[in-house]
Each structure stands twice: as C-alpha cells, then as structure tokens.
C-alpha cells in the first residue's frame, strides 16, 4: 500500500505568477484535503475533493482552486501569487465516507508537502 | 467557530521523564480528534484518532484522552527519548458546520535531550 504523495518537493515562484502542486492519494482513499502551513503555525484548511467534487472550503480567495481526476490524485493551483503565499502545502488523504454533515468520520494521512517560496 | 489552542507552546525534558502535551477546543460539537506527529520542514505523522464516543486511545509509549464536555484532550508520552523530538498537533473534525475538514492547534514543539 502506497502512501500519499506530492510533487514538487520544492517550488520557488515570483509574485504574480501561478503555480500547481500535486497530490496522489493513498491507495483506497477517494477524499482529498489540502492545507496550508507557515512558519511556525499549525496547518490551515483549504479545501477537499470527494469523488472529483469539491466538499468544503475553508477562509481562502477563489484564486486558490483545484481538481480531483478519476484516480483520485489531486491537484492544487493558485493565481496571482502572493508573498504570504509562501508556505508548506499539505496533501491529507482518507478513507470512504459521506458527504458534509454525515455522522461517518475517518483518520486522515498526510504527504510530505510541497514547500513554496514566493519571492 | 472552533478554535484550538495547545499547552505548552514549546517543552524541554530530559530522557526518560514522562510528559503531558495540552489541548483545548472551543466547540465540543466534534466528531473526531487526531494527534499528530511533523519533524521540521516535512509532513505530519498520524499518531492517535479518539473517536467522539471514546474516551482515550493508546498505542506503545502514547495515550491520548479526549473529555468532549470540557472541551480538552491531552496526549501522554510515556518514557521520553530524543528520537521523540518534534512538534506535536492536534486536530479536530468538527460537526456538519466545518464540513469534514480538521482545525488545527498551533502545536507544541518538544525537545528531549539525552
């Protein structure tokens, strides 16, 4: 069983420019979360794709967007970057389970991360 | 909304000693908890997932408790090494209201030297 995956390990960009980050899921896991981490503070809930759709969005502009494909890989894109932008982009994968407000609930496993720095 | 905060901010203890890490949620609404582990720069290491109908969960040298009424949970660790040298996050899924994404605490970073 493979765990979860992300592509590049290493990103820089200058502002203005756009970017996307990479996500395989673990085998089995059709739910994808992305979070967002800077220095020094805990992770930051982006958004989540469950069976290509997205389900939940956190406190984040509409130039930060993304896809699910059939195989349940993921990906992350983001326009216009910005400075604060820079940051440590987290994948979460999980397991099969309902959609917002079901009382289903699952652990969810993370990749290595995509560190990018805007300058 | 939920917040989550986390006691101590950051810890030393010396080999072998036994320690307690702190964490406090706003919305005792939740469905589940999960503790992680994330060494500097990389990804986060799942530890312990409390369901919201359990009270505490264990594995080797960990033990977290969760107390959903008081809005806390704590994680022991038994017999501290270096090798446990990290920082250390707790997460809550909330209810219908968060969607099914977890809010994070910022983290106790701890040191445990030999």
């Known amino acids: 069983e493979t765990g979860v995956t992300q592509s590049p390990t290493h990103l820089i960009k200058t502002r203005g420019q756009q970017v996307t980050l990479r996500c395989s899921s673990q085998?089995?896991?059709?739910?994808v979360s992305w979070y967002q981490q800077a220095l020094g503070q805990g992770p930051q809930f982006i958004f989540q794709?469950?069976?290509?759709?997205?389900?939940g969005r956190g406190n984040f502009p509409p130039r930060f967007s993304g896809l699910q494909f059939p195989n349940y890989s993921s990906e992350l894109n983001v326009n216009a970057l910005e400075l604060d932008d820079s940051a440590l982009y987290l994948c979460?994968?999980?397991?099969?389970?309902?959609?917002?407000?079901?009382?289903?609930?699952?652990?969810?496993?993370f990749g290595p991360g995509t560190r990018l720095t805007v300058l | 909304k939920q917040e989550v905060t986390q006691i101590p901010a950051a810890l030393s203890v010396p080999e072998g000693e036994n320690l307690v890490l702190n964490c406090s949620f706003t919305?005792?609404?939740?469905?589940?908890l999960q503790w992680f582990r994330q060494d500097p720069g990389k990804g986060l290491t799942s530890l312990l997932l409390?369901?919201?109908?359990?009270r505490e969960q264990t594995s080797g040298r960990l033990n977290a408790s969760l107390d959903k009424s008081s809005g806390r949970s704590t994680l022991y660790i038994a017999a501290s090494q270096p090798g446990d040298s990290a920082t250390y996050l707790c997460?809550?899924?909330?209810?219908?209201?968060?969607?099914?994404?977890?809010?994070f605490g910022p983290g106790t970073r701890l040191s445990v030297l030999p």
């Open positions: 979460a994968s999980s397991s099969p389970f309902g959609r917002a407000g079901s009382s289903s609930y699952n652990e969810q496993f």
């Open positions: 085998s089995g896991h059709n739910t």
């Open positions: 794709y469950y069976r290509e759709e997205e389900n």
């Open positions: 919305d005792s609404a939740i469905y589940n």
């Open positions: 409390i369901q919201s109908s359990q």
């Open positions: 997460a809550v899924k909330g209810g219908s209201d968060y969607g099914q994404n977890f809010v």
